[in-house]
């Protein structure tokens, strides 16, 4: 099912998130944090960022998420539980970094007494009594910088050094296309709060021993379609079982095959019970967001994803045919004078 793209940034955004701030500083119940599933760097760092600055004005915070192993050291013990089944009764929801209601994961959304949806991705569905997506901002980091701002909350090394991880991880290391001075500058400011940077991004670049040679055998499938405009690598279940590892790394690996010279587009696909994940990748002005919304999901116009059900062969085949389609559309756009 092709989802609804808005990518246009919201004026009114800023306004939001002092009335999302009104409403947390006013609340006397508990409050719920959650994200998507298959957490990254930024729905974790957000998440930790939020919770923290919401106990340090004193309310009952539970983040509800499982980290992949190599984001775990950013999280203090007791900080997170897996999930829950169900939201006490006056639950304050912040609901962050989440491209679409479908792919809530941590809580149920339905029941929570007030509901705040934060994002950055365009294929948002603007859900909750507060929707604050703004597209044009780097990551959600970002504007969960922002809201600690408007809370007022003071800030420190441990309400900041999650919330630039995430910036980090969304922008890459600051090397993808969404990198620009708003994101330097606002990755100074905390910095300037205390983060041991340097400390920061060496340990995001841990991974367990396991991840190498699982890492050799995916690049190991690296093929090239479309006149080495797309390139794309597997993972299947087999390698993962062989490698004796757990997958929550591997998205990894399309930032690695993105790189290849001449590609305009690269595509990871990964084995996953009952459905094959796409995670892609593309360099301006190819949209990532495009081919993977014609795939049944969404994502940002250089980073995008789509679970998609059928076998590796088929939905390769239909990535190939979607890819096709977004590089012909970019080659029109460019020949209209």
Same mark, same amino acid.
């Given at each position: 099912?092709?989802?609804?793209?808005?990518?246009?940034?919201?004026?009114?955004?800023?306004?939001?998130?002092?009335?999302?701030?009104?409403?947390?500083?006013?609340?006397?119940?508990?409050?719920?944090?959650?994200?998507?599933?298959?957490?990254?760097?930024?729905?974790?760092?957000?998440?930790?960022?939020?919770?923290?600055?919401?106990?340090?004005?004193?309310?009952?915070?539970?983040?509800?998420?499982?980290?992949?192993?190599?984001?775990?050291? +950013?999280?203090?013990?007791?900080?997170?539980?897996?999930?829950?089944?169900?939201?006490?009764?006056?639950?304050? +929801?912040?609901? +962050?970094?989440?491209?679409?209601?479908?792919?809530?994961?941590?809580?149920?959304?339905?029941?929570?007494?007030?509901?705040? @949806?934060?994002?950055?991705?365009?294929?948002?569905?603007?859900?909750?009594?507060?929707?604050?997506?703004?597209?044009?901002?780097?990551?959600?980091?970002?504007?969960?910088?922002?809201?600690?701002?408007?809370?007022?909350?003071?800030?420190?090394?441990?309400?900041?050094?999650?919330?630039?991880?995430?910036?980090?991880?969304?922008?890459?290391?600051?090397?993808?296309?969404?990198?620009?001075?708003?994101?330097?500058?606002?990755?100074?400011?905390?910095?300037?709060?205390?983060?041991?940077?340097?400390?920061?991004?060496?340990?995001?670049?841990?991974?367990?021993?396991?991840?190498?040679?699982?890492?050799?055998?995916?690049?190991?499938?690296?093929?090239?379609?479309?006149?080495?405009?797309?390139?794309?690598?597997?993972?299947?279940?087999?390698?993962?079982?062989?490698?004796?590892?757990?997958?929550?790394?591997?998205?990894?690996?399309?930032?690695?095959?993105?790189?290849?010279?001449?590609?305009?587009?690269?595509?990871? +696909?990964?084995?996953?019970?009952?459905?094959?994940?796409?995670?892609?990748?593309?360099?301006?002005?190819?949209?990532?967001?495009?081919?993977?919304?014609?795939?049944?999901?969404?994502?940002?116009?250089?980073?995008?994803?789509?679970?998609? @059900?059928?076998?590796?062969?088929?939905?390769?085949?239909?990535?190939?045919?979607?890819?096709?389609?977004?590089?012909?559309?970019?080659?029109?756009?460019?020949?209209?004078?």
């Amino acid at each position: 099912m092709r989802r609804d793209v808005d990518n246009r940034p919201d004026p009114d955004y800023r306004s939001k998130l002092a009335k999302a701030a009104e409403v947390a500083r006013g609340w006397d119940g508990p409050v719920v944090v959650v994200s998507h599933v298959d957490p990254d760097g930024d729905a974790l760092g957000s998440c930790l960022a939020l919770r923290r600055a919401l106990v340090d004005l004193g309310k009952s915070v539970t983040v509800a998420l499982t980290p992949p192993s190599y984001l775990e050291f +950013l999280a203090e013990p007791g900080e997170l539980v897996p999930s829950l089944s169900q939201l006490p009764a006056g639950t304050l +929801l912040f609901v +962050l970094d989440v491209a679409d209601k479908q792919r809530v994961a941590g809580a149920p959304v339905d029941g929570a007494a007030y509901t705040v @949806n934060i994002d950055h991705h365009g294929t948002n569905d603007r859900f909750g009594d507060i929707a604050v997506v703004q597209p044009d901002k780097a990551a959600t980091a970002m504007l969960i910088k922002e809201l600690i701002d408007e809370l007022g909350v003071a800030w420190s090394p441990r309400i900041a050094t999650p919330c630039l991880a995430g910036i980090i991880t969304d922008t890459g290391n600051f090397r993808f296309a969404n990198t620009n001075r708003e994101v330097l500058e606002t990755a100074g400011e905390l910095i300037d709060r205390g983060v041991a940077y340097v400390d920061l991004t060496d340990r995001l670049q841990w991974r367990h021993p396991a991840y190498f040679p699982m890492l050799g055998k995916v690049m190991s499938t690296v093929h090239y379609e479309l006149g080495g405009r797309l390139v794309i690598a597997h993972f299947t279940a087999a390698m993962r079982a062989e490698a004796q590892a757990a997958d929550d790394d591997s998205d990894d690996f399309v930032g690695v095959i993105r790189y290849a010279e001449g590609a305009k587009v690269a595509a990871l +696909l990964k084995e996953r019970e009952g459905h094959i994940k796409v995670s892609v990748r593309t360099r301006v002005p190819v949209s990532a967001q495009n081919i993977c919304v014609e795939l049944g999901g969404g994502g940002h116009v250089a980073a995008a994803g789509a679970n998609v @059900n059928g076998s590796l062969h088929e939905v390769e085949e239909r990535l190939v045919a979607a890819t096709a389609r977004e590089l012909t559309r970019v080659e029109q756009a460019n020949e209209t004078p």
